[in-house]
């Protein structure tokens, strides 16, 4: 029987929600708040530059810069606990991660609105391994034709990784949720070709 499901676009990804043993996420959690030099980085808008609605950092090899919304990302350099995660996320997704976004979401009033990860340092189909730390929080794809929608639940712990055409054919983004309270830290592995 035709299932009328089977036509509808899925995005490339590996969702491997019990990636991390729950006491290794929570010793992590802590262990990347206090390593990272978190910022408060701000965008541009037609009214005039706003904060962004989280707190970032980049880290990476030295040559890993990255632009975005206007931000200039300079790497600072790879803290132990961020540099675990890269090894063990590299492993689990058989890629190579030279650069790592991190965003840190103090509440559920902390959010990223839609956007896809297509900057021409990343190349046509960039893997992308994101890792999740701290209080779970939904994660939405949509996909740029049909509007179809895909929702995750990313738990402390977790392992996301969008490969193939995923960034070309879908944006994501993590919803603003105000009955969410407590911190969730997400890391964004990424092979960032330098510029030129």
């Known amino acids: 029987m035709h299932d009328l499901f089977d036509d509808?676009?899925?995005?490339?990804?590996?969702?491997?929600?019990?990636?991390?043993?729950?006491?290794?996420?929570?010793?992590?959690?802590?262990?990347?708040?206090?390593?990272?030099?978190?910022?408060?980085?701000?965008?541009?808008?037609?009214?005039?530059?706003?904060?962004?609605?989280?707190?970032?950092?980049?880290?990476?090899?030295?040559?890993?810069?990255?632009?975005?919304?206007?931000?200039?990302?300079?790497?600072?350099?790879?803290?132990?606990?961020?540099?675990?995660?890269?090894?063990?996320?590299?492993?689990a997704s058989h890629a190579r991660f030279n650069s790592v976004l991190l965003n840190r979401y103090r509440s559920g009033a902390d959010s990223m609105g839609w956007h896809a990860d297509r900057e021409p340092e990343l190349g046509p189909q960039p893997v992308i391994a994101s890792v999740s730390l701290g209080v779970a929080r939904t994660f939405d794809l949509r996909h740029n034709r049909s509007g179809t929608m895909r929702s995750y639940r990313l738990k402390g712990g977790s392992l996301l990784v969008m490969r193939g055409d995923t960034q070309a054919e879908w944006r994501h983004r993590v919803p603003k949720e105000p009955k969410v309270s407590g911190e969730r830290i997400n890391l964004t592995f990424r092979w960032v070709t330098p510029r030129r």
């Open 8 to 91: 509808l676009p899925s995005p490339d990804v590996d969702w491997l929600p019990d990636w991390l043993e729950s006491a290794a996420a929570n010793n992590l959690l802590t262990r990347v708040i206090d390593e990272v030099a978190w910022q408060q980085d701000s965008m541009g808008t037609p009214g005039g530059r706003i904060p962004l609605p989280r707190l970032t950092a980049w880290q990476g090899e030295p040559d890993a810069v990255y632009i975005y919304s206007g931000i200039r990302n300079v790497p600072q350099p790879w803290t132990p606990a961020v540099a675990e995660l890269r090894a063990a996320a590299e492993s």
